[in-house]
């Protein structure tokens, strides 16, 4: 009997703790938070030749069981491993876009004030997706570059990134000068207005490959016939 009435206390001095273990849980639910990531990647600053790299995590905290929530963007600089490959293929962009400029006549003061900014979610993204991402972001900062190149735009042809109407007008002209050297002529001056002319008579010969060969077969057969 008394085994019997000790454990029936027993059960009952449990039974009267649940309502205060329910309210501990109670509390500690008011008080503590759960954090959740929503997002990742990095964020890539550019200020003339300088490009910071930082990861980035977008969270989201709540509290009193999800009635409160705020949601917030920690940064913080990207490590080594991370940042280089980037600060790196930056450099590269912006020294290809200033040497095409400069076939046109166009100088690196041109890009002295060049600021630009991309962020990329990289969260649940594979390395070869991830890298896609990032190459597109990439195609920004050159084009962001190619906008400073005045009259550019006026020799723009419809569809062509100013990248691509960058590449295609210094690409021509150097194409055709070095053709006009070959046959003893004046080279063209280096500006917009001599490239366009340039892309105009490689057009018209058919393209940068049939403009090459008909001025090497000129040389050959007209200015060394042996």
């Given at each position: ?10 059960l ?35 200020d ?11 969270l989201?905290?709540s ?9 917030s963007t ?10 280089d ?9 912006q ?9 046109i006549?166009?100088?690196?003061d ?30 920004g900062?050159?084009?962001a ?20 109407t ?18 003893g ?5 280096a ?7 340039a892309?105009?008579l ?25």
């Amino acid at each position: 009997g008394g085994l019997m009435s000790g454990s029936v206390g027993g059960l009952g001095a449990i039974g009267a703790a649940i309502p205060a273990v329910a309210a501990i849980a109670l509390v500690v639910g008011l008080f503590s938070k759960k954090v959740k990531e929503l997002d990742s990647g990095l964020r890539v600053t550019i200020d003339s030749t300088d490009t910071l790299v930082e990861s980035y995590r977008k969270l989201e905290t709540s509290r009193l069981f999800g009635l409160i929530k705020r949601r917030s963007t920690e940064f913080e600089a990207a490590d080594a491993e991370t940042a280089d490959p980037v600060v790196n293929a930056v450099g590269e962009i912006q020294a290809s876009v200033v040497d095409m400029a400069s076939i046109i006549g166009v100088g690196s003061d041109a890009f002295a004030d060049f600021s630009y900014q991309f962020q990329v979610s990289l969260k649940g993204l594979s390395e070869e997706e991830a890298l896609a991402a990032i190459q597109k972001e990439f195609l920004g900062i050159s084009d962001a570059m190619a906008d400073l190149v005045p009259q550019l735009e006026d020799f723009r042809i419809e569809g062509e990134t100013t990248t691509q109407t960058l590449a295609r007008l210094s690409g021509d002209l150097s194409t055709v000068n070095s053709a006009f050297s070959n046959l003893g002529r004046t080279a063209l001056s280096a500006s917009a207005a001599a490239a366009a002319a340039a892309s105009r008579l490689i057009s018209a010969a058919g393209g940068q490959g049939a403009f090459t060969s008909k001025t090497q077969t000129l040389v050959s057969n007209v200015l060394d016939p042996s």
